[in-house]
T-cell receptor, first 109, second 117 residues
Framework: QKEVEQDPGPLSVPEGAIVSLNCTYS??????FMWYRQYSRKGPELLMY????GNKEDGRFTAQVDKSSKYISLFIRDSQPSDSATYLC?????????FGSGTKLNVKP | GAVVSQHPSRVICKSGTSVKIECRSL??????MFWYRQFPKKSLMLMAT?????????EQGVEKDKFLINHASLTLSTLTVTSAHPEDSSFYIC?????????????FGPGTRLTVL
């Protein structure tokens, strides 16, 4: 079983929509969860990270962790065409990072 | 701050040749560097972890004699793909963690696209 699984998408939404991106993970002991954004042919950049459970908000982005169901989510409010990218969830555990396969998001103007 | 560069950004080579990819931390000291490989529409696959001055730790299934990693200084790590073959064609990305980051944080380079003919 992979450490983290991610909905592959692609996801296409109109500008202004609320976007929900999701991942599930396998080990209930995982504590550190991250979301990265990757533009085409570029390296990933860290968007947000959360520790343990709960929500974290940064502008239009909200990261949510539900440890009871081992589910992590990233919500994007008022999505913009510039948000079009691949979003990767990731988990950090014992000096290793485990990445989901990424969800490609396209926000149409 | 926390900028990581990679060179070259793109390389095309003939089968059987060796290719060296450099990863540099420009404004911080990278005590740990990670090397990943990414296939189209696939996740980042960790190849190895290198700590400055130590031998790299390779993930299961990654041939250390084929993918030579050197982390000789706090700002530079290199990945050499030896005797490259078409199946080695991929997007290689490095990341670094160091003095400016918490232990669960890493900064990625822009990646190197390798095409082996």
């Amino acid at each position: 079983q992979k450490e983290v699984e991610q909905d592959p998408g692609p996801l296409s939404v109109p500008e202004g929509a609320i976007v929900s991106l999701n991942c599930t993970y396998s080990n209930s002991a995982f504590q550190y969860f991250m979301w990265y954004r990757q533009y085409s042919r570029k390296g990933p950049e860290l968007l947000m990270y959360t520790y343990s459970s709960g929500n974290k908000e940064d502008g239009r982005f909200t990261a949510q962790v539900d440890k009871s169901s081992k589910y992590i989510s990233l919500f994007i409010r008022d999505s913009q065409p510039s948000d079009s990218a691949t979003y990767l969830c990731a988990i950090y555990n014992f000096n290793k990072f485990y990445f989901g396969s990424g969800t490609k998001l396209n926000v149409k103007p | 701050g926390a900028v990581v560069s990679q060179h070259p950004s793109r390389v095309i080579c003939k089968s059987g040749t060796s290719v060296k990819i450099e990863c540099r931390s420009l404004d911080f000291q990278a005590t740990t560097m990670f090397w990943y490989r990414q296939f189209p529409k696939k996740s980042l696959m960790l190849m190895a972890t290198s700590n400055e001055g130590s031998k790299a730790t390779y993930e299961q299934g990654v041939e250390k004699d084929k993918f030579l990693i050197n982390h000789a200084s706090l700002t530079l790590s290199t990945l050499t793909v030896t005797s490259a073959h078409p199946e080695d064609s991929s997007f290689y990305i490095c990341s670094a963690r160091g003095s400016v980051s918490s232990y669960n944080e890493q900064f990625f380079g822009p990646g190197t696209r390798l095409t082996v003919l």
